[in-house]
């Protein structure tokens, strides 16, 4: 090749080098810039804001107990925009969280990415009304002005599982209690109505028996099902266990988590509250709701329907 050639090959290919730079840098300020013409602020990706859903009580704990579960969360996962609203009984309400979030979204100009955006995660651990019905109420409410999604509930879910173990060691549970033919576990829960909710109760009994080497584990409600706390404990010495331990299956102190300790003929384990596997296991669901609702990173060809 001649010194002439050389020279206009190099020059093609610094054009060439050139055009490309030019278009991905043209790209990527587009990619920065609203449809309105307004400059996205870049400092964290594209994520909808996580509204964690409490029920809510009247025990000054119960507030406590999810403020500080949701500073692990922010702690986890810095960044993340993470707001909280109860479905009754305390402030702020679910409604009132979203109003504002809505009302923030539809005032924006050139606001963050993914303002318009939330995911409900209910900080309740089995399917029922609240997750059925109210949750999806409250998002259809501001779906004019918010887009919404609703995550599924805490349980049932190895990392439920794992808080509900640790909370039973902190309260007395040994390894000698696996191995003791009177020992055994009742896991307290909320109770509902709803058959599915009981079976997600039910499948996490199960979960929690396989984790304690196969120590039997009763479900029992504290309210709206049976058997009640007392029933599954007297149950359970039918069966020979008499040194009964009560896992508190709820996120935060409350009356029935209360009544449910106060049924305990031996040890009552604490709520799970703040545990670091609950801060995961809401992100987890979070992360869940993102992906269910992100188009596939290769979109297949669209097939003409028959006539």
């Keep these: ?79 993340l925009r993470v707001r909280l609203g109860h479905i009754e009984l305390n402030a702020p309400l679910l409604t009132d969280t979203l109003d504002e979030l809505a009302d923030r979204a539809s005032g924006q100009d050139g606001g963050r990415e993914g303002e318009d955006e939330a995911v409900l995660v209910p900080l309740l651990l089995t399917r029922g009304y609240h997750v059925k019905h109210d949750l999806p109420g409250a998002a259809a409410a501001v779906r004019d002005r918010l887009r919404v999604r609703v995550a599924a509930p805490l349980g049932p879910h190895p990392l439920l599982v794992e808080a509900l173990a640790d909370r039973l060691t902190e309260a007395g549970w040994t390894a000698r209690d696996r191995a003791d033919g009177s020992a055994g576990v009742v896991l307290a829960a909320a109770g509902s109505r709803d ?9 996490t009994a199960r979960l929690l028996s396989q984790r304690l080497g196969g120590v039997p584990v009763l479900p029992a409600y504290a309210s709206a099902a049976a058997p009640t706390v007392a029933q599954a404990v007297r149950a359970l010495a039918a069966r020979g266990r008499h040194r009964t331990a009560v896992a508190s299956c709820f996120t935060a102190p409350g009356l029935f988590a209360t009544r449910s300790a106060a049924a305990a003929p031996w040890i009552a384990a604490e709520p799970l509250g703040a545990h670091p596997a609950m801060a995961r296991l809401v992100l987890h669901r979070y992360d869940q709701a993102v992906a269910a609702a992100a188009p596939p990173a290769h979109p297949q060809p669209l097939e003409l329907a028959s006539a």
């Design 195 to 203: 058959p599915e909710s009981a079976a997600d109760t039910r499948r």
């Design 1 to 79: 090749m001649t010194e002439q050639a050389d020279r206009r090959e190099c020059t093609f290919d610094s054009t060439a080098q050139l055009l490309t730079r030019i278009t991905t840098q043209l790209g990527t300020q587009l990619h920065h810039l609203h449809r309105n013409g307004t400059r996205r602020h870049m400092s964290t990706p594209h994520r909808p804001t996580l509204v964690a859903v409490a029920h809510g009580s009247r025990d000054p704990r119960a507030l406590q107990t999810v403020t500080a579960l949701l500073e692990r969360v922010r702690e986890l996962r810095p960044g």
